[in-house]
Nanobody, 127 residues
Framework: HVQFVESGGGLVQPGGSLRLSCLTSGLSLDYYAIAWFRQAPGKEREGVSCISTYDGTTYYADSVKGRFTISRDSAKKLVYLRMDSLEPEDTAVYYC????????????????????WGQGTQVTVSS
């Protein structure tokens, strides 16, 4: 069955970096769009970045553009989110999920198109 497991979160100071990993199982990474989402306390889940393993295109929300980088390693079934210049506003639980409607990234990321959410990994940016 399809399963996603996120890891790599933690506590980091403002301006610091983290790399999140999304380990996938039960599907090939060559035909799907995979996205990273985040949810801060009291806020709705927000799509921050997407990568289409079908055509290689990527998308970033304006709030993370220029600071976050999404990538994949299809052989290892991993999707990464490199986060640089972290800000307190980036504090949230981060999730990955697969788009069941289309295999390319579209803007904005629509939560309802995605499924097979992992358990999430907590990212806290604080001094």
């Amino acid at each position: 069955h399809v399963q996603f497991v996120e890891s790599g979160g933690g506590l980091v100071q403002p301006g610091g970096s983290l790399r999140l990993s999304c380990l996938t199982s039960g599907l090939s990474l060559d035909y799907y769009a995979i996205a990273w989402f985040r949810q801060a306390p009291g806020k709705e889940r927000e799509g921050v970045s997407c990568i289409s393993t079908y055509d290689g295109t990527t998308y970033y929300a304006d709030s993370v553009k220029g600071r976050f980088t999404i990538s994949r390693d299809s052989a290892k079934k991993l999707v990464y989110l490199r986060m640089d210049s972290l800000e307190p506003e980036d504090t949230a639980v981060y999730y990955c999920a697969v788009n069941l409607i289309r295999n390319v990234c579209v803007a904005p990321i629509r939560n309802y198109e995605y499924d097979y959410w992992g358990q999430g990994t907590q990212v806290t940016v604080s001094s």
